[in-house]
């Protein structure tokens, strides 16, 4: 039990990220269904899943999609795992891990916390599954999984600190905080849960498709037409804009707040159906599209009542790591 190291990882499906010792690791969810290589070697990121042939790759023209219910659970889930890991440099060691599922399939449909045994165990069965290297590259051997519904590590990683192998809240939120809304923008749909912070229990959640590669999609057509091109530039660089405001120079700023309207709008929408602002104490905005809606809760639920951490995207992957050091001890 000793050898065994505990990792975090958030495997959403736009990306996966992975903690080990503080590090952080990435990989794109870009995976095509061939085996690449050159003529001599197969790639390193070539594997064999389930009777299919995957590589992962940084981009691709037409990937694989990822953004369906059943990807937490699929061969393809389990290939950008395996390869997080495998880029993380922990082949050949044993591996327990800490996941999440969307809030969503993480309980059962309907209002409460009753968790969804079958998912949850479908995850679990998935993660464990061997995995081919067709590259001889050694590989992670993963032999337990902890999975965690996606809202609560957000809460974790904001309230609290690891004190004494325990978590303890902070001075700010020891009291106070009967109910807490999170939410978490991310590449493909948008989560919003409200519950008590220090039981965990669910009293209302939803979600809705929709996020950053939405707001990408709808760049990717706005930056052609400011390059004066009938072709559409590619995501990646679209997404490279989106994260800096710019293209070629040029501030787009006032792009991207026209094309996230609609967003900002929808999660407000949502928020007045579940997060009563004169009975929410906090608000905890997280994700990879944070950025993009942080106005519309602050128009919402007022600044003093907004939250949002610091590097907003690895927020879900520092509760899970917090979570996981629990398991640990």
């Known amino acids: 039990m000793s050898n065994r190291q505990y990792i975090a990882i958030d495997d959403g499906s736009s990306q996966i990220k992975l903690m080990v010792d503080g590090e952080v690791t990435i990989v794109k969810s870009t995976v095509v269904?061939?085996?690449?290589?050159?003529?001599?070697?197969?790639?390193?990121?070539?594997?064999?899943?389930?009777?299919h042939l995957f590589?992962?790759?940084?981009?691709?023209?037409?990937?694989?999609?990822?953004?369906?219910?059943?990807?937490?659970?699929?061969?393809l889930n389990r290939v950008l795992v395996n390869e997080a890991l495998r880029l993380a440099g922990l082949g050949g060691r044993e591996i327990v891990v800490g996941v999440t599922l969307p809030?969503?399939?993480?309980?059962?449909?309907?209002?409460?916390?009753?968790?969804?045994?079958?998912?949850?165990?479908?995850?679990?069965?998935?993660l464990l599954k061997p995995v081919d290297n067709l590259g001889g590259c050694g590989l992670a051997k993963i032999v337990e999984v902890h999975v965690f519904p996606e809202a609560i590590p957000a809460a974790v990683d904001v309230m609290t600190?690891?004190?004494?192998?325990?978590?303890?809240m902070k001075d700010q939120y020891k009291e106070g905080f009967d109910q807490i809304c999170c939410i978490d923008v991310g590449g493909y749909t948008v989560d919003i849960s409200v519950f008590d912070p220090y039981t965990s229990i669910i009293?209302?959640?939803?979600?809705?498709?929709?996020?950053?590669?939405?707001?990408?999609?709808?760049?990717?057509?706005?930056?052609?037409?400011?390059?004066?091109?009938?072709?559409?530039?590619?995501?990646?660089?679209?997404?490279?804009?989106?994260?800096?405001?710019k293209f070629r120079g040029q501030d787009i700023g006032h792009i991207i707040d026209e094309i996230a309207a609609s967003l900002r709008s929808r999660v407000k929408s949502y928020l007045q159906k579940l997060a009563d602002e004169s009975m929410t104490e906090l608000f905890i905005l997280v994700g990879g599209g944070a950025p993009l809606v942080e106005q519309a809760v602050i128009d919402y639920a007022g600044v003093e009542k907004t939250v949002v951490p610091q590097n907003s995207d690895l927020s879900i992957l520092r509760g899970i790591n917090k979570m996981l050091q629990l398991k640990a001890n």
């Open 33 to 51: 269904n061939e085996a690449r290589g050159d003529s001599e070697n197969f790639s390193d990121s070539a594997y064999y899943v389930g009777g």
């Open 161 to 168: 600190n690891i004190n004494n192998g325990s978590l303890k």
């Open 103 to 126: 809030i969503d399939q993480f309980f059962k449909k309907g209002r409460g916390s009753i968790p969804n045994k079958e998912i949850i165990e479908q995850k679990k069965e998935s």
């Open 55 to 75: 590589t992962v790759l940084d981009r691709a023209e037409q990937p694989l999609p990822t953004n369906f219910d059943q990807f937490q659970y699929s061969d």
């Open 203 to 245: 009293s209302k959640k939803d979600s809705f498709n929709g996020g950053v590669i939405e707001v990408v999609e709808d760049l990717q057509g706005a930056l052609a037409s400011l390059s004066m091109t009938n072709t559409n530039v590619r995501q990646y660089i679209a997404h490279q804009a989106l994260l800096a405001r």
